[in-house]
């Protein structure tokens, strides 16, 4: 399963994103996702996956301001970002949100067929992509990890 999107928000934001899934038993290469997926893959102990309480602040503090968890609850998708509010290029709120509710944040069947991938399959996701705000085009990348209980910890770069 892989998937590629393209779209203008209410804002007038657009988007254009693609993801892959990681390949099973090769190490995660790039130099700015492998030291995340180190620390996810020390703590996916005896083939189980990782709960967010297996990682102590020290483990995920290198990516604070980069990192959230999605949550598949039935048949929505929440989005929360550790330590603050998470809000989207056009200002709205979108921590602790079902995603299908958004206006224009990480939204669409992509996504969600994104997280509902990781989340119900337990693999690993390398979304990337390039958004145009403000007349100036930001690229970004990032990993999406499976965690138990139908969680993904996402962790999203903006590329320099």
């Known amino acids: 399963a892989e998937g590629t999107s393209t779209s203008i928000g209410q804002s007038g934001i657009r988007r254009e ?3 892959s899934i990681a390949l099973h038993g090769r190490p995660v290469a790039h130099p ?14 005896a083939g189980e996956l990782p709960s967010f309480g297996d990682f ?17 609850l ?5 989005l929360e ?4 509010s998470m809000t ?3 200002g709205e709120e979108i921590s602790r949100k079902n995603l299908a509710d958004c206006k224009s944040g990480p939204v669409g069947e992509n996504a969600r067929e994104m997280l509902e991938t990781v989340t119900g399959m337990g693999v690993i996701a390398l979304p990337c992509g390039c958004t145009e705000w403000r ?3 930001i690229g970004w990348h990032g990993i999406v990890l499976p965690l138990a209980d139908r969680a993904a910890l996402i962790c999203l770069f903006t590329l320099k």
């Open 17 to 19: 994103w693609s993801w």
């Open 32 to 45: 700015d996702l492998s030291p995340l997926y180190q620390v996810w893959r020390s703590r996916h102990a």
């Open 56 to 72: 102590t602040f020290d483990d995920l503090a290198p990516w604070l301001g980069n990192i959230s968890i999605a949550r598949t």
């Open 74 to 78: 039935g048949n929505r998708i929440e």
């Open 81 to 84: 970002l550790i330590g603050c």
């Open 88 to 90: 989207n290029q056009a």
């Open 135 to 137: 007349d100036q085009s």
